[in-house]
């Protein structure tokens, strides 16, 4: 489902993905830093997977991807509704602020919350999940602001590599009802 969607805060725009930012979106992605991806589970990719993935995401109907552009016209993050199941109303959420800058600032939280909002009010879900490694407390504290509660963990799912090992995948999610109260509806 295409949809055209904008959020303004501080000259930043949390806005439609569509197929003319696949340029900037590489540029964006190539500069991923160590500590974003390691955070994340993110891996490099070539530039003709990244672009590729990222086409087809502008176009399937089962996904909503926003972008987070700078007030300078970078873009500077992302914010992704997908693997949505129409039948019963949920979805994955996920977000990356790929530049260093812009962490620490409340873009995530403000992204976030858009996304979450847009999820509920306009996508008309029943529930949005996500899961958050257990080493990134700052996205789960973003999260859990947010209204999204810990449903589960999954002990030691996530291999670091030899230097750090296992960390935990924590499942959590937000309900419609749960949405509501928090909008004061």
Partial sequence: ????????????????????????????????????????????????????????????????????????????GESVINEVDWEARSANFRIYLFDVGGRGHGLGSWATCATRDFAFGEAGLHRLSLDVFSINPRARRVYEKAGFTVEGVERDAIWLGPEEGYCDDVLMAILEDEWRALAGE
């Fill in 1 to 76: 489902m295409r949809v055209e969607t904008t959020w303004e805060r501080d000259g930043y725009v949390l806005r439609s993905a569509a197929a003319e930012d696949v340029d900037a979106y590489w540029e964006a992605f190539d500069a991923l830093d160590p500590e974003g991806m390691r955070l994340t589970g993110s891996v490099p990719h070539t530039r003709e997977e990244v672009t590729s993935f990222f086409l087809r995401c502008v176009d399937d109907p089962d996904r909503f991807d926003f972008l987070v552009v700078a007030p300078d016209g970078r873009i500077v």
